[in-house]
Each structure stands twice: as C-alpha cells, then as structure tokens.
C-alpha cells in the first residue's frame, strides 16, 4: 500500500481545514495583510491554503491539531522588503514567525509558536556577499544553507574550512542564532559569529559592532565595536530579523587527522569526562569533540529490528553484539587533530596516553576501519565540516520517524557526566525509549544531547514522549542543569527554570521585547518571550 | 479552490486535495529535474547507506529503496511527499523547491 494506513493526516483535511487565526486578527484583517504582502513579494511567495503545510512541525509532538500551525507564509528576497513587510504586519498586528531555512528540525522546523502566525521564510535571501580567505571569514544573508556556503568555498578554491552541524542543509545565520554546535575547532556557532545586520520591528536596519560605522573596514573582524555589545540580543529571541551576518571560517590547517576512542562500558563515561576536561582546557584536544552512545552511533547505519523484536530498550546482551557487529563501543569518542604533522603527532601522544588509563579502550585512526559505512569514517567529514546529512539515518532505528533532543548542560566533570548519563537514560528506558545521548565537549562545560527517537504517527507514544519530556526537565532543573536549547513545544517551560530572582532575567526580556516590539508582531513565544498583551490569556 | 484526483500507485488508496501543480508559479525551473535531484534528494536518496534510502529499504524493501532505481514513482505521489514530508523526511517549502523545480523533479523521477 502506497500510504501506510495513519501515516500522514488525510490530504483532504489537509486542503480543506480551516488556516487559524492569531489572536484579534479578523480573516477579513488577515486577508488585507496577505494581500499587502503579495503586493511588495509578488504572488509567488506568499504561500497559503494546503502550500502551508510545508511549514507544520514534521515532528510534531502534541496532539491537539491546532497547535503550532502557521496561518500563511510569505518568502522575501530582500532587507528592504522584510522592512516593508513589518510595517505591513504592525498595522494589521499580524504576528511574524521568522525562520532563516525552517530547517531547525527536532526544535519544531519551520512552525511557529502562536498558531495564526505568518510564517517569515528568508530562504530566498540566499546571497553569500563576501568570503575573505586572507582573514577567514564570510558575510552572508540568512537563506545561506551550509551547502551553499560550502560548495562556493570549494569551487573557488578557497583555503577555508566550514564549521557544520550534523544536517548540512540549515542555515548557517539560524543555527548560529540557535546556538547551534559543530565540531571543528570552530564548534561554538555563535562565538565563530561577527557584526550583524537587524530589522526592528519598526523597519529601522541596524548594523552591529563595527557595522554601526558608515566606512568601517572590520565589521566581520571585530565584533565589539563601540558600547553595548548587543548580538546576543538577537539570538534565540524574537526582538529583531537578522537579514545579515558575519561568520568566521577556519583556515585549512596544515594537516588533518581524526581518531575514534572506543570504551566499553557506560560507566565509562565519568573517567572519559575527567580525561576531557584537562585536555580540553588546554587545547589538547582542539575540536569539538563528542562523546556518543552505542544506539546513536548504531543507529546511523542500521536498525533495530535488525537485533531487537522485543518491546522497550534494548537490553544489555543486545547492546553487547550491536558493540561487536560495528565496532564500536558503548561510548564512542570522536575527536580530530589539526595542524602540522609534529604538533598532531605530539598532542595524538598526550591524547593516547591520557586514555590508555581505562580498561578495554580502543583507539582508531580511519585507515584502522574496514567496515562500510563507519562511523568514523563519516565523522571525519563532519570534523573537517564537510555538510552532510548522513546522521538523519538514526531516525530509522524504530521507523517511527520523529525525534526531538533534550540538550541539559552542565560542568565537565566525570561526577556530572554519570550523574546525567544516569538521570535521563533510565528514565528515558523506563519510558521505553533507547538512549541514544552525546556528550558534546566545549571548553568548560558538556552539553549532554539525548536524541529520544519516536513513532509521530501514534498519539499514544507522543502522550508518553510529552510526560517523559516534562519529567527530564524538572528532574534536570531541580539539580541546576538547564537546557540551551529547545523544541517549540516546550519553550515556555524551559524559560520557566531559568528563574533566578523571581523570573528577573525573563522582566528584562520582556521590557526589552515591549521596547522594541510593542505591538508584538515578532515571533512571539520564541524562547518563551511573549509580548505584553499576549502574556496573559491564549498563548497558542 | 481547484482540486484534482491522485490515485496511489496501487490503486489501494484515493483521495481529493488540492492541486500544487495548478498553483505552481508560471515560472520555468531553472535546473534540470537530474540537476533538482542531485542538489535537494542526493543525500539522503543518493546512496545505498543514505538514511531516505534506509527508511525506504526499511518500509518498501530493499528493491524499492533507491528512487534511482524505481520505475514506479507517480508524479503526483511525489509532489505530495515532498510538500508534506513523509515519516523521517520532512517537507520541503516552495520557497526553496519551487513548484517550478518540483514539477521538473517529479517528472524526472516518473520517467526513468
């Protein structure tokens, strides 16, 4: 059968189901708008009745069909013509949910928080404006995707290596304003990012740092400027539309070598962490590195069912032969050296020695792997930021289709790292889930990303998906571990437990929010910002 | 609003929605349904390991897991699955894969 009886919602409804509406947004009102916007984009890009379902959550997880449903979507191709669309939306009140490439999977795709909303695609604003291979650097417009920017590189011949994250096709101004993370040694996206081109709510532009000076020469090389560094406003918020950024890129190092470390055992994970941290902090270990579970790195090549008919996680004997059959461990450490061969092969001696201490540990270089695929010889790529989209392959482990991440973080050190690995992977067993978790080294501090692997088809396993959610991030809260990061599902929550002071972080957002954005009309509920007259009351 | 009727390659399933390809901007792609394939379907469907190839292995069988090697994809199936997304994969949004682009993929895909 073609389409898999409740795979997907009947086309029919689909079609036929009524768009909703934002909050004190008549369909007369909203259709006016539409109209207005038509009028600076053209016809072909404002996209509504069933072209909206292009921008519904692919994962979705609540199972109330209104929630998180765009009303409309309007594509613009340039920062004068997002100035014009905001006027439009302010005088209609139409809200604006913005999306660089709606690729922001796992976190809600391209589907906004506040059901009605406009979803402001800027996909087509794709121009990358400069690449400086003398300082390494690249100034690009949000439409950007990691190909993009990498085949560009590559055609030209330019000594520069991208950072990526593990989809290729996102956007490299989203995912750095997502605080999104790679693994080169330029792993940190948002930290790699420099000088900024913003739409306010009002329609005034404004260049950041450097850029607020007409004739400046160091816009994407200083990031400062002169008074408040104001960047960080703009990430993972809704007072501005970034409609430009800076980005720096690595240049190509004199050599390049990536390593796999495997450990047995899960308990490992606390000696693995305490070896990081060192290394880590003094730029021994130079990348980004992580440190993956069995399932996830199994899970990129095969399935399941291919070792597991029975219900829940798979139990210890199976997780023992998947070891076996793709040689790896129970935690896969991947890592990467950079620079000329004497100074890889000394820090690889440092790095080697420094694991060797852990019983049963397994070191490989590329060539060391026969097995095809490997994980090590795909996460070679990603080190060298290659684009990708090889690790959307985990998503076949069960066939269900949907994930989301829980991303807590915390210090690294082994007694958190245990602490954690503990803390969700049983109750994610508990719920019936495999862990499939990593533990991403940045300088001080480990963000630990479980993947939880779901069937979106059935409501029953997003009811448990949901519960198991909201316990993981109470229980990590009530220890002190915040999540970076989140699916709009659960924004509001999240900012919830950042709480310190009576909310006093979350007043200043919203003053800021009111400030700038008094009639609201900028994404609201990212980040669970909401605007004055939508605190109290619908949310979505 | 126009609708069309699409029939599912097995005649098992039919259904009513509207039709993207009479909405399509009166736009000519400006790639080849080949040149769509390789930049937006390659990575995932490319390859025998790609993860669009796996879930197809895993939900089709193995015969009818690389797009490559189908000879039975119906053009309006595709449209469908590439505007709504389909398990794993999602959709893609006509402001990046045109209906322009779609309409050239789809019958590049149909026709081998």
Not at chain 1, 302 to 324: D, E, H, L
Request: contains cysteine; neutral net charge; glycine residues 10%.
């Amino acid at each position: 059968m073609l389409f898999p009886t409740g795979l997907m919602p009947s086309p029919v409804a689909l079609a036929t189901t009524p768009r909703p509406l934002p909050p004190g947004v008549s369909a007369e009102q909203m259709a006016d708008a539409l109209e207005r916007f038509r009028r600076i984009v053209g016809d072909a890009w404002v996209f509504s009745g069933e072209k909206v379902a292009s921008y519904y959550d692919p994962y979705t997880i609540p199972n109330d069909p209104q929630r998180y449903k765009a009303h409309a979507a309007i594509a613009p191709a340039s920062t004068e013509q997002v100035q014009e669309i905001v006027k439009i939306a302010n005088e209609f009140r139409v809200p604006l949910w913005t999306v660089s490439r709606g690729k922001n999977f796992a976190y809600g795709g391209a589907a906004p928080v506040l059901s009605g909303s406009v979803v402001l695609d800027l996909s087509r604003m794709n121009r990358i404006l400069e690449v400086n291979e003398k300082f390494g650097y690249a100034l690009v417009e949000p439409g950007v995707s990691y190909f993009d920017l990498y085949q560009y590189i590559q055609e030209r011949g330019l000594k520069l290596w991208l950072d990526v994250p593990d989809p290729g096709w996102g956007s490299v101004v989203g995912n750095a304003l997502d605080h999104g993370v790679g693994y080169t040694p330029y792993g940190d996206h948002f930290g790699m990012q420099c000088g900024m081109e913003v739409v306010l709510a009002n329609g005034e532009v404004v260049r950041t740092g450097m850029g607020a000076m007409p004739g400046n020469n160091t816009w994407q090389l200083f990031k400062y400027g002169f008074g408040p560094y104001v960047d960080g406003i703009f990430s993972q918020s809704n007072f501005g539309i970034v409609t430009k950024m800076g980005i720096w890129l690595m240049p190509e190092p004199a050599g390049y070598r990536p390593y796999l470390i495997t450990f047995p055992r899960e308990e490992d994970i606390e000696q693995v962490v305490e070896i990081v941290r060192p290394l880590r902090l003094n730029n021994v270990i130079q990348n980004a590195a992580t440190i993956r579970s069995l399932v996830l790195d199994a899970a990129l090549f095969t399935t399941k069912s291919r070792y597991y008919s029975g219900a829940g996680p798979i139990p210890p004997s199976v997780a023992r032969q998947i070891m076996a059959d793709q040689d790896i461990g129970m935690w896969n450490f991947c890592g990467a050296l950079y620079g000329p061969p004497p100074i890889m092969d000394a820090l690889w001696t440092v790095i080697r020695d420094s694991f060797a201490a852990i019983p049963g540990v397994k070191f490989y270089f590329p060539e060391d792997r026969k097995r095809r695929p490997d994980i090590l010889i795909h996460r070679a790529d990603t080190m060298r930021g290659i684009p990708k989209l090889t690790e959307f392959g985990f998503l076949n482990w069960n066939g269900g289709g949907g994930h989301v991440g829980f991303s807590p973080v915390s210090p690294t050190t082994g007694k958190d790292a245990i602490k954690q690995f503990h803390m969700v992977s049983d109750r994610v067993r508990e719920s019936g889930f495999d862990y499939m978790g990593l533990m991403a080294i940045g300088f001080r501090e480990l963000h630990h990303v479980t993947v939880i692997v779901y069937d979106q088809t059935n409501p029953q396993e997003r009811q448990k998906l949901h519960e198991l959610f909201g316990l993981l991030v109470g229980e990590a809260a009530a220890e002190g571990y915040g999540e970076y990061r989140t699916h709009i599902h659960y924004m509001d929550r999240i900012a919830d437990t950042y709480s310190w002071n009576d909310h006093a972080l979350m007043k200043m957002h919203q003053a800021i929010k009111d400030a700038l954005d008094p009639n609201g009309i900028l994404s609201p509920g990212k980040s669970g910002i909401w605007p004055r007259h939508l605190r109290e009351g619908t949310k979505a | 609003m126009k609708t069309i009727t699409y029939r599912s390659l097995t005649g098992c399933l039919s259904f009513v929605m509207s039709a993207v390809a009479l909405t399509a901007p009166a736009r000519a792609a400006d790639m080849s349904g080949r040149e769509v394939f390789d930049h937006y379907c390659t990575y995932c469907h490319g390859s025998s390991d790609g993860p669009g190839t796996m879930q197809l292995r895993r939900t089709r069988g193995k015969g009818q897991a690389l797009l490559l090697e189908r000879t039975n994809l119906n053009p309006d199936y595709i449209r469908y699955v590439v505007r709504q997304g389909l398990r794993s994969m999602p959709p893609f949004a006509p402001s990046d894969l045109t209906d322009a682009k779609l309409e050239v993929l789809a019958a590049f895909l149909a026709k081998k």
